[in-house]
């Protein structure tokens, strides 16, 4: 069984950037296709990231394609999710998940089997 644990969220000012960070442990980061998720206040949950669990290729929400980088540590056993220039829009819980299936389409939540607790992500205006 795969645990994900989030860290990293704050209050941040609009501008300003922030890393989350994705610790994985009973399972190793580099065998998952792994994704990043948010959810704003009476919102659906909606996918910001992935990464590919073999060559790697990242995939991005238009939203936030060139402003957030999504990346993997293998020896921390950790994904990590790079905000810059951060919008208010931008505040929502972010979530980190995991996919049993190599092939898993990385954009879809559904898609995912182990997920994180969360962790809030803040942008002042």
């Known amino acids: 069984q795969v645990q994900l644990a989030e860290s990293g969220g704050g209050l941040v000012q609009a501008g300003g950037s922030r890393r989350l960070s994705c610790a994985a442990s009973?399972?190793?980061?580099?065998?998952?296709?792994m994704g990043w998720f948010r959810q704003a206040p009476a919102k659906e949950r909606e996918f910001v990231a992935g990464?590919?669990?073999?060559?790697?290729?990242?995939y991005y929400a238009d939203s936030v394609k060139g402003r957030f980088t999504i990346s993997r540590d293998n020896a921390k056993n950790t994904v990590y999710l790079q905000m810059n220039d951060l919008k208010p829009e931008d505040t929502a819980v972010y979530y980190c998940?995991?996919?049993?299936?190599?092939?898993?389409?990385?954009?879809?939540?559904?898609?995912?089997?182990?997920w994180g607790q969360g962790t809030q992500v803040t942008v002042s205006s």
């Open positions: 998940a995991a996919a049993r299936n190599y092939l898993a389409s990385l954009t879809s939540q559904y898609e995912y089997n182990y």
């Open positions: 990464i590919a669990w073999a060559a790697g290729r990242t």
């Open positions: 009973g399972g190793t980061v580099s065998a998952y296709p």
